[in-house]
């Protein structure tokens, strides 16, 4: 706030509930940068209501909600905040993969409700973490950092990613394998791929159908990489053993939600970079990529360099 306040006249919305779009049209109509939350779509019709618009800085790593195309037509530079959150959602991954394993938010709430009688050898059983199979979907910066985890754990590591990771394969010994190898030979998936229309419901019913019984599905990127309605069907008809996830589809997510009546489930409301050091991390970069930006400087992270020069960029 500070760095934006110094540098410019700044608006902002301070309430804890997302900006009302025809409140941001109105609001940005005559700005030339914007701030914005994963909550905000920063599409042709925004860009377009925002004549002035010369830099949009997303305060996420992710940028499903920007149309980045849109903004370079326009010449309209667009940041993101990557690798200050890499270890920090790393960590929440993790700790789902712990967690649903060993079912702890169920066995929290069983001595919550005064469950807990005596210690019985067959009771409460999880799966173990450590020497199982980890399937990681998606090997970027999130991916490996999750590998890395993995390894202290013993765990079996394969990878699909639409390029291979040289140094995955060198430095942590990650296996590279075939999507359906991946679906058909992982205990637990690990899902870190970007948003996008190819990966848009790329975990439905046909790869549910190719998972081990066992198999405990977790998601940290984002939720309509998963398809809903399938997974909650995987889960009913015991095709999959569970499922950890961080982003869901819609998000929030209701209480009523039928996945949330499921024992095996845990959902967590979007809490990747959760933490204060990473969430103040972000908001500096995404502060210095708006000021950078407008002042013609190097961006921290930006989308579309190629932006620069063209239209209201030009100068
Ligand atoms: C959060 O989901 C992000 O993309 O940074
Ligand atoms: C369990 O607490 C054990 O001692 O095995």
């Known amino acids: 706030m500070q760095r934006l306040q110094d540098a410019t006249e700044l608006k902002f919305w301070a309430e804890d509930r997302p900006?009302?779009?025809?409140?941001?049209?109105?609001e940005?109509?005559?700005?030339?940068?914007?701030?914005?939350?994963?909550?905000e779509r920063i599409d042709a019709e925004f860009l377009d209501a925002c004549p002035q618009l010369r830099v949009v800085s997303n305060h996420a790593v992710g940028f499903d909600n920007v149309d980045v195309a849109a903004c370079t037509e326009r010449g309209i530079l667009a940041g993101n905040t990557p690798d200050v959150l890499t270890e920090t959602t790393a960590d929440l991954a993790f700790t789902l993969i712990l967690a649903t394993a060993r079912r702890v938010h169920e066995m929290v709430d069983y001595v919550k409700q005064d469950k807990w009688r005596t210690w019985g050898p067959l009771d409460n059983l999880g799966v173990d973490v450590h020497h199982a199979t980890l399937g990681i979907m998606g090997m970027g910066r999130i991916g490996y950092a999750v590998a890395k985890r993995a390894k202290g754990f013993d765990m079996e590591l394969i990878y699909h990613d639409s390029t291979r990771s040289v140094i995955?394969?060198?430095k942590l010994g990650v296996k590279f394998v075939s999507r359906e190898e991946l679906l058909n030979h992982s205990d637990f998936i690990t899902l870190h791929v970007p948003l996008t229309p190819e990966t848009r419901h790329s975990v439905g019913k046909a790869e549910f159908e190719q998972m081990k019984a066992s198999a405990i599905l977790?998601?940290?990127?984002?939720?309509?990489?998963?398809d809903q309605a399938a997974l909650l069907e995987a889960l009913k008809s015991g095709q999959i053993r569970g499922a950890g996830?961080?982003?869901t589809d819609p998000e929030p997510m209701r209480a009523d939600n039928p996945l949330l009546a499921l024992p095996q489930v845990t959902i967590l409301p979007h809490i990747g970079s959760a933490t204060l050091n990473t969430r103040t991390k972000m908001a500096d970069v995404a502060a210095r990529n708006l000021v950078n930006g407008l002042l013609g400087e190097e961006m921290v992270s930006c989308l579309n360099p190629q932006a620069r020069g063209i239209g209201r960029n030009k100068s």
């Open 19 to 26: 900006v009302p779009r025809e409140v941001l049209l109105k």
């Open 28 to 39: 940005a109509a005559d700005c030339v940068g914007v701030l914005s939350m994963l909550t």
């Open 218 to 226: 977790i998601n940290t990127s984002r939720g309509p990489v998963v």
């Open 168 to 170: 995955a394969e060198e």
């Open 245 to 247: 996830l961080d982003v």
